[in-house]
């Protein structure tokens, strides 16, 4: 048997039939803007998941299709008011899928989807009790409790990019200052980056263009042993570490597990992140493991909304 | 039927039978420092107890025991290297008692006896999702998601007390610095009143003596109006409203439930907490509550354990 798993991104929509093992057996994807209408979107991504699903034997073989969404409500099966989807409202994102494919559809937003998809196929397959870290464009979270992901009153659990870490610090998205994501995301460290750059210091980074300056770049320069951006790293991490050690008390977790574009510039955020964890955590806690993701990042949403698919 | 709750307390510990309304039948209390053996403390409650229980037809008549105590682990049924215990080391409560009375015990710690009172008891009966604070000596906290108590990995969720609001902030009992009991508990109150006193601000506080004053002082004062007093009120309130704000995106509770002897400054601290609340939660949190406890404080910590005692 398989489960399907799907993407949804502001840009792409990446689907793919998942073997029980976390193999991606075949995949295929739409962009998302070119169905601004989201019956068609039902339409033309329902037609690519028979055709996927024909390579292994038709609809019968698959138990269940989970989708991974901004704004994803795992309570009603919805994508409610997504800002970057051209959707407007409350999109009844199971209902439609289950009719056009005639299986269980489960929906979750794509942090939560990134820490089921590390509890069965990834670093936490022994953990029951974790928080999944994904430092991307924002910073998102995925609680896992006794095994179960932890959605809470009303499926909105698990926003822990949105705990400040600074009083009256940068403006959030959020319309907050100060939140976690602000600092620590793939965009809060590049607004660290313009800040050294408006000092007088050298650095290699002088030699781009402030404005197009990316993650990529900080790596590139550190790598390089460019002072500033081994710093800006430091306070990155230091910044996340110190929050993850407050994020200890809430739930008393075995290890956060870190995944998304920040993580590969490795052990550059890896150490720093880990050195502030240490120091600053209750020594009760100071058991909690920091864990990196080793699902493949090009695999891993679509690994991830696959979790969502099987039965329990 | 009938429930055992017992409060183990540095000083006293205190016991009585619950009924299933949750009335406290008939209550005793032995003081702890006169047993530094735990097996001579077992003794000693445990005849009382019987003694209670004969009051309404015996131990037959009783379905359990719970135990709220400082450093009280739920999985082991032990208390653990309790600081304001004599008992060193790991105490085997649950088991002591289980043989000297033939009812199965549990143990929790007193933030988490205090949620499960309040949820079989008090304000959050129609509650599944909620936190509790207690603002006592310290602040704890316990959590209660999908109607259950949050344990965690190793029984120590829920240190919210132990949440850094103030980076490099006051020194706390933990080690750390910064942590939200040492500003919202009632010896932090205290601290922040010193801290005002160090000024040249008048106030009716400088009649008392700087090293006896107690949050009891700071409310007569701030209900006569005076200035000082009302600003460490205020300021007491915003710190804890603003880290109940983060607190929301952990867990997305339907409410907070605030008990303990600061909330019986009443409003004097509940408005401001509130304010601060309101002012820094993510606008997805706007709907949960701030309430307080409704459970008399004489008996709420024999409540809180007797709830443990119930069989689900």
Redesign the interface.
């Given at each position: 048997m398989y489960s399907i798993g799907m993407d949804v991104g502001g840009t792409n929509s990446v689907f793919g039939l998942v073997s029980r093992e976390g193999k991606v057996v075949c995949r295929d994807a739409v962009k998302t803007r070119d169905y601004p209408v989201f019956a068609d979107f039902v339409s033309a991504v329902s037609e690519r998941v028979k055709a996927l699903a024909a390579q292994v034997g038709g609809m019968s073989q698959v138990e269940g299709f989970g989708i991974g969404a901004p704004n994803g409500n795992y309570y009603h099966g919805t994508i409610e008011y997504a800002p970057n989807l051209a959707w407007r409202g409350v999109v009844p994102v199971a209902e439609e899928f289950g009719k056009a494919l005639g299986v269980p559809v489960t929906v979750t937003n794509d942090a939560n989807a990134a820490a089921l998809g590390e509890k069965r196929y990834g670093v936490a397959q022994d953990l029951?009790?974790f928080i999944m870290i994904t430092l991307g464009t924002g910073v998102g979270s995925g609680?896992i409790?006794d095994g179960h992901l932890?959605?809470?009153?009303?499926?909105?659990?698990?926003?822990?990019g949105?705990?400040?870490v600074k009083?009256d610090g940068r403006l959030c998205g959020?319309?907050?200052r100060g939140c976690l994501e602000t600092y620590c995301s793939a965009t809060g460290i590049v607004r660290t980056a313009r800040e050294h750059l408006a000092t007088d210091e050298p650095s290699l980074l002088r030699n781009l263009n402030a404005d197009d300056i990316t993650s990529k770049d900080l790596y590139d320069a550190a790598m390089q042993g460019d002072k500033m951006a081994l710093d800006i790293f430091n306070e990155t991490g230091t910044i996340l570490g110190?929050a993850l050690?407050?994020?200890a008390?809430?739930?008393?977790?075995?290890a956060f597990v870190l995944f998304g574009g920040l993580m590969k510039s490795g052990d550059l955020i890896y150490k720093p992140t880990l050195a502030a964890m240490q120091a600053?955590i209750?020594?009760?806690?100071s058991?909690t493991k920091l864990l990196v993701s080793t699902i493949d990042d090009g695999d891993a949403a679509v690994l991830g909304a696959s979790a969502l698919g099987w039965k329990e």
């Open positions: 029951d009790h609680i409790i932890l959605y809470g009153a009303n499926g909105m659990a698990g926003e822990l949105h705990v400040t009083r959020c319309g907050r110190t050690a407050d994020f008390t809430f739930c008393d977790p075995q600053n209750m020594p009760v806690f058991k």
